[in-house]
Each structure stands twice: as C-alpha cells, then as structure tokens.
C-alpha cells in the first residue's frame, strides 16, 4: 500500500512539470547531511523534529552558479513543504515554494520525488536514495531544470550523502 501511494503521488509530482537538486534526506533531530550530487553540492541540519535548514550550490553550465538556503518542514513522514531562495549569479535572486514525497521502496532504498517553483524557474527532481551504512547514502537523480529565459537541463546524477 506504501509503494502504491508514493508511485502515485510521484506520477503527480511528475506530471506537474514543474524539484530540488539536493535528495529529500531522513534525518534525526540535530543530525548533518552533506552530499555531491552531479552539479550540486549540499549541506542541511535538522533543526526540530519537522524542520531542517539546507544551502546547496549548483553549477549549471549555461546558467553560472546557484546557491540556494532553503527549509524544508515535514507535514507528515512522507510529505514535506519546500521554501527556498535562489540566488543566481548572472541576475536575481528568486524566492522559491515547492512539496516533497519521499518513502521505502525497498529495504535500504527510499524514493524521493520534489517539485519546486519560483518566480523565474521550476525544477523537477525523481531519484532513489541506497543506504550503503548507517551514515552513509548512495544517490541517483533525475533533475529538469526549466529556466523561464533560456533552454531546459535535464540531468541524471549519482551522488553520494553522509550523515553526521
């Protein structure tokens, strides 16, 4: 019934065309994760039990570099709000909104699937998280990233997340 709901609420996502570079991770209460993520590197902290802080920077070959500082508050154990704040490097910044979904597929991989919104971009992420260790995770994105000025990037990506 889980793998049913999170296929589903992924093919929403999906169909909305409209994610975020850095994997939804499952953290505790004041852990760490830092992970490489194909162009993305990201940092976040567990604040609360529902909310946790991040900064990403991404290097976009057509677009200069993103870095973002962004929260994600978890509505339940599945669904998270993203908000967020773009900085690109060529013009403005660009406040963000957008909803995560993540769950188990499988013993010792979750997917994850997030859209998110701004004013002069939407993004569009679907991966799978592998947990190699107890503190260590095995990434594999999709990405599209949908510039309002300029061509789409698609992207698949491995990357990697360590947790502290």
């Known amino acids: 019934m889980k793998k049913g ?9 999906l169909s909305a065309g409209t994610s975020f570079a850095a994997p939804l991770n499952n953290l505790d209460n004041e852990q760490t994760a830092i992970g490489l993520s194909g162009d993305a590197f990201y940092i976040e902290h567990k604040l609360s039990d529902r909310f946790t802080l991040g900064y990403q920077s991404i290097d976009r070959d057509y677009y200069g570099d993103m870095k973002d500082v962004y929260g994600q508050y978890e509505f339940t154990g599945n669904l998270r709000g993203i908000i967020g704040n773009r900085d690109f490097d060529y013009r403005d910044s660009a406040v963000y909104l957008g909803l995560g979904l993540q769950g188990p597929l499988a013993p010792q991989l979750n997917g994850h699937a ?3 919104a701004g004013d ?3 993004e569009l992420q679907a991966g799978a998280s592998y947990r190699l ?3 260590l995770d095995l990434n594999a994105t999709y990405t599209n990233f949908m510039p309002d000025h300029g061509p789409d990037k698609d992207e ?7 947790k502290f």
């Not at 709901?5 to 996502?13: D, K, Q, S």
């Not at 698949?156 to 360590?162: K, Y």
Request: charged share 5%; aromatic share 8%.
């Open 156 to 162: 698949i990506a491995i990357g990697a997340t360590l």
């Open 114 to 116: 997030s859209i998110i």
């Open 120 to 122: 002069k971009f939407n």
């Open 133 to 135: 260790a107890s503190n």
């Open 5 to 13: 709901l999170l296929l589903a609420g992924a093919f929403v996502i």
